[in-house]
Structures are given as structure tokens and as C-alpha cells.
């Protein structure tokens, strides 16, 4: 369920759902439960300073910023996007497609970026799929053990999460 004073509505520019805070009126394509974690890491961090190892594993280490391209399919924990509202492709479709983008990006034709913004399934596409700069615990750990021992500018293979499947562009 989500957390009080939200809901669920239907973007019909999009024809998607986001999440819709009745009180603050905060819209977000993303579920709020991450909301909460961001509100409860700065409140841990204001009152608690030791806290952030807790709250986010990074623990003051070595952050990295990171961009990807993520394909979803039918067995995504969230088999739906921006892009797509039911994501039935199988697994190996979407790995199919993947191997497709890393081809084009490694013969020098396009960049993740420019793929990201049209065929990323994550809502980080409307930024080129830049993730920002993230630090151990944050994200799903197939993704975490790829992104840091890519070197800056290095670019992954396919990453298989329960979100999906990756290309990481560290
Ligand atoms: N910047 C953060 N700390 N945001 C929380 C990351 C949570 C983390 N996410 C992941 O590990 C995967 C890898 C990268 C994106 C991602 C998943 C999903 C898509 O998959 P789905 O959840 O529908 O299964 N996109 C996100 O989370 C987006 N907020 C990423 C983002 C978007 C815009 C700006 C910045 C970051 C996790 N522990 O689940």
C-alpha cells in the first residue's frame, strides 16, 4: 500500500500512472516510498550524522555518478514505464533489444544518452539516463557491483536486475 495521503492517478498525456500526495499536491512518476526514503535520509541526516551509513550504505565513501539504458519486460518487478504501460516483451526480447543498442553505441553510430531518452524504460530517460551520483547501498546490487568497477566512461554489457536489463555508462 502507499504510504498516507497518497494515491495512485492515470496521466493520460502520458497514459501512465504517477503518484498524487492529496496534501502537499507533490506529483512523482516514481512510487513514494522512495520519497520517504530521501525525506527520512536528510532528517536522519540532520539528526543523527552517523546515521547515513545506516539510511544509505555510503557512508561517507567514494560516490560515482552513473547513466543507464533499462529495458523492462514481462517479469520486471514493475512491468510498466513512461514509455509503456504493460511491458510484455520476454526477458529475452529485452536482452535481444539491449545487445542491439550496445552494437550501436560501441561502432560509435549513437550514444547511450541519445538512446536513453527514447528507448530507456526508467524515468531517468527524460535525463539522458543519468542516475546522478549514487554511493554503495543505494541501488539493486547486480547494478552496484557492475557500476563500480566500471572505469569513468566505460560502459557495461547487459546488467540483469529485477528491474529489468541494464546498460551502465559510468
Ligand atoms: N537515485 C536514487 N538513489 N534513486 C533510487 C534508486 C533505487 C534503486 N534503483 C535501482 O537499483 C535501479 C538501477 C538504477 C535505476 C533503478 C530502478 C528504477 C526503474 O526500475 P523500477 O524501480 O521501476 O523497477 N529507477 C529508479 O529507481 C529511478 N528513481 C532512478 C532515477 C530516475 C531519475 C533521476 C534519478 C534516478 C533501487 N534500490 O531499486
Redo the contacts with the bound molecule.
Sequence with gaps: GLPPDWEVRHSNSKNLPYYFNQKTHESR???PE?AD??KLKIYMAQHHSSANTRI?GAGGEGKIR?A?L?V?HKD???P??WRETNITRTKEEAIEMLKGYEEQIRSGQTTLGDLAVSES????A??RG???F?GKG???KE??DTAFTLQPGEMSGVVE????V?L?QR
Design positions: 512518476w516514481e512510487p522512495e526514503t530521501e544509505d552513473a543507464h533499462l523492462k520486471s518487478r514493475r510498466s514505464s524504460d526508467c524515468s531517468s527524460r535525463k543519468d542516475l546522478g549514487f543505494q541501488m539493486q547494478f552496484e536486475t529485477a528491474s529489468g541494464h551502465i
